[in-house]
């Protein structure tokens, strides 16, 4: 190896190192993109940075609803043994890759290590989120598990990611701006807002009263213990249906685009609305 | 006996032959036009059966419809043969058309009311102003959708699905096969993909979203077995969700990267 080449080989040695630096210390945010890809470059788990968990047990004597406020990631609540609010929240960064081999974490260790579950409680509502002490929330991955008293109106919110929730009987409220939304409940009111995706919807009411499932393009699909119903009503490139009821649990679900389904279980939902 | 038993028998399976209403091969297609004025429409609605889907821009402010029906020949003994009655019908089908509010509906309508979705192959050829939003599904053949800016929404149960737009929001929806879409629109609003066997990936601007390839280079590096999901926000206008149970998703904003991961998938396949 000549003298040139060798110049030539540590200037390269040195321009990708200090790349490699620049890339691990500067994750990339120049269009201020939300990312929760479930597998693979994005979103991987953490390779360098571990995930961390917190836990917090409130009591929910003297509340109606449970507010819970969630930027990238999931939420899965069912219902708590007693009447309590359990939350688990773990925290994992979100790792970004340039060319698919090199790899480096969004959220570093130090964002993580300061976070805490926020509670704000006003009359009787309990709200809580993700405090990470002014770091950008958009790096780290956010796995809620909530355990809610059944009783409580549930009243959700999240940028991106997955909401699966179940067994909440005093109401849910669900707004999600792209990803799949799950409810399955055996009784309330249903109100549902998602941008992108999906939501697939039960309930189990014998009591429903006015539903209405629309998507502005996709379809939305009304569903009696397994047979399509509803008055449907196509616009453009989407799909609106509709029934009437006189029950007190009203249902709304609205996509702007996506698949939008409500099954309804009880035969004595089936039976009162039938023919409306 | 026997021979007088040869000679009946073959007699009679001509006979059953000719009461079958049978043709020989070499059905011709069948081809209909129609141009339908465009003033006051948003909107196309097209539901196909088997076949070719084309869908593109008119020059004017006018829907142009093309279709080219085929009987598809059934074989018996290695003769091909078509019905006598789905013939009739291909010769005497009109397009249909249905206008609701803003929506132009497209329909073929067999004299029998039959819909024949096993038995004719259909080739839709069609130009909508630039300014419509198409809502077309098809059960299996190729799909492609170009040029519009009104939104798309496409459903295929197999087979191809080739979607490019300069801007709007695309829904896709195929049970197998590819996913191939493009917008040319800088950057989007909300996006997700879905495989749930397959691969599902973005490429934004140069840059790549989904599962990094296999370390291995070849052929096997672009089976994905496992599906996966990519879900992104930018500050666009268009959304976008597509979803295949089992094939390949890829959807594109803005130019390929040189050095793109997956690069060949995003191309622009010229249809």
New interface residues.
């Given amino acids: 190896m000549n003298k040139t080449t060798a110049v030539l080989v540590a200037i390269i040695v040195l321009l990708v190192g200090s790349f490699a630096w620049y890339a691990a210390k500067h994750p990339d945010r120049s269009s201020e993109m939300r990312d929760d890809t479930e597998q693979g470059v994005v979103g991987e788990d953490s390779r360098h940075v571990g995930p961390r968990t917190l836990n917090a047990d409130i009591e929910a004597a003297g509340l109606d609803t449970l507010g819970l406020q969630v930027r990238v990631g999931e939420l899965r609540v069912t219902a708590s043994h007693d009447d309590e609010v359990h939350v688990q929240l773990t925290l994992r960064p979100k790792e970004r890759s340039f060319l698919g081999f090199l790899h480096w974490s969004g959220g570093l260790s130090h964002d993580i290590s300061a976070a805490s579950i926020h509670q704000d409680r006003k009359d009787k509502r309990l709200t809580l989120s993700l405090d990470l002490d002014g770091h950008d929330q958009d790096e780290v991955k956010q796995e809620w598990d909530v355990q809610v008293p059944v009783r409580l109106k549930l009243d959700s919110v999240m940028n991106v990611g997955e909401m699966d929730i179940a067994d909440v009987a005093g109401g849910v409220g669900a707004k999600l701006d792209v990803g799949e939304l799950e409810i399955d409940v055996p009784q309330g009111s249903i109100d549902a807002d998602v941008n992108v995706g999906e939501i697939r919807a039960k309930s189990a009411s014998s009591h429903h009263g006015r539903i209405q499932l629309a998507s502005n393009i996709g379809d939305a699909t009304l569903l009696f213990q397994g047979a399509e119903s509803g008055v449907h009503e196509h616009g453009g490139l989407g799909n609106k249906v509709s029934m009437d009821g006189d029950g007190p649990d009203s249902m709304d679900l609205r996509l702007n685009i996506g698949q939008v389904t409500l099954h309804l279980t009880s035969a004595d939902a089936a039976h009162k609305g039938a023919g409306k | 006996m026997t021979r007088h038993l040869i000679v009946f028998g073959t007699l009679a399976a001509a006979l059953a032959l000719t009461g079958c209403s049978v043709r020989d091969s070499g059905s011709e297609p069948v081809t209909l036009k129609t141009d339908i004025p465009a003033a006051g429409l948003?909107?196309l609605?097209l539901k196909g059966t088997a076949g070719e889907t084309s869908i593109s821009v008119s020059p004017d402010d006018a829907v142009h419809v093309t279709l080219v029906m085929q009987q598809e020949e059934r074989h018996v003994l290695g003769i091909a043969l078509s019905t006598e009655a789905t013939l009739r019908d291909t010769e005497g089908a009109k397009i249909g058309q249905v206008h609701k509010?803003?929506?132009l509906t497209l329909s073929v309508i067999f004299p029998s009311g039959d819909d024949h979705n096993s038995d004719v192959k259909q080739e839709w050829t069609v130009q909508v102003p630039e300014r419509f939003?198409?809502?077309a599904s098809m059960g299996e053949g190729r799909m492609a959708i170009d040029g519009v800016k009104g939104?798309?929404?496409a459903q295929l149960a197999a087979g191809e699905v080739v979607i490019h737009v300069p801007s709007g929001?695309i829904?896709g929806?195929l049970s197998a096969g590819r996913l191939h879409v493009i917008s040319d629109a800088d950057?989007p609003?909300?996006?997700?993909i879905k495989s749930t066997f397959g691969l599902a990936v973005l490429s934004?601007?140069g840059?790549?979203?989904?599962?990094?390839?296999e370390k291995n280079d070849g052929f096997l590096s672009h089976l994905h077995m496992?599906g996966?999901?990519?879900?992104?926000?930018?500050?666009g206008k268009d959304?976008?969700?597509l979803k295949v149970t089992a094939g390949l998703a890829d959807l594109r904003f803005g130019p390929l990267g040189d050095?793109e991961?997956r690069r060949d998938i995003f191309k622009d396949d010229k249809h």
């Fill in positions: 948003q909107f609605s509010g803003d929506t939003g198409v809502d939104g798309v929404k929001a829904y929806r950057e609003r909300d996006v997700t934004l601007d840059q790549y979203y989904g599962p990094p390839p496992l996966n999901s990519v879900t992104q926000q930018g500050k959304d976008v969700d050095n991961v």
